[in-house]
Structures are given as C-alpha cells and as structure tokens.
C-alpha cells in the first residue's frame, strides 16, 4: 500500500470511529446539511461553516467530527475561505449532494 492509501485508511478509521463515539450530533448535523442544501436548491453548495451557525458540535465534541457529517451523502464541489474567525480564513470546502 502506498503512503496515499495508508493515510486515506487512516482518516476512514479516524471517521469511523468518530461516527461510532459521537453518532447522536453527527446525525443530527448530516440532516439539517441535507435540509439546508434541500431549501438553497439542486445546484446550491454548503459549507461547515454554515453548520456552525445552525449546528455546532457540543463543547465536548472536537470540531474536527465536522469531517464525519459530509461523509456520506454529499460530494465536494470546490473551496472557499472560511468566514469563521476561529478559522483563520483557511480554505474549506463547498458540499452539495452526492
């Protein structure tokens, strides 16, 4: 296995186990993404950031679970900067479904 497919692994583990430790707001959160792009339209995109404002992890969930929500059902569709200030403007991706 290549060093890109062993680190692919490893985030697929790292997810999984997410998933596992903390599906109670990862469902909650992958359903209102699903309503958001639902209400924006067929061609329109969302962001984790959009999901801050409406569903934000717990104090007891890292953020990075936010990974775990697009996982499944959704497909990435480009990047913009995040307007979180927390985020320090980095490049995040833009989802719509898959």
Known sequence: MN???EG????????D???????EWI??????AFSLLKTRGENAGITSDD???????PPEINPKAMGAVFRSGFKPVGYV??????????PIRVWTLA
Do not use: F, V
Not at 81 to 90: E, G, T, V
């Open 17 to 23: 186990m997410l998933e596992e430790k903390r599906h």
């Open 8 to 15: 692919i692994a490893l985030k697929e583990k790292a997810l």
């Open 51 to 57: 999901l801050w404002a409406l569903c934000p992890p």
């Open 27 to 32: 469902a909650l959160a992958r359903k209102t």
């Open 3 to 5: 060093e890109i497919a």
């Open 81 to 90: 900067s995040s307007k979180r200030k927390q985020a320090h403007a980095r």
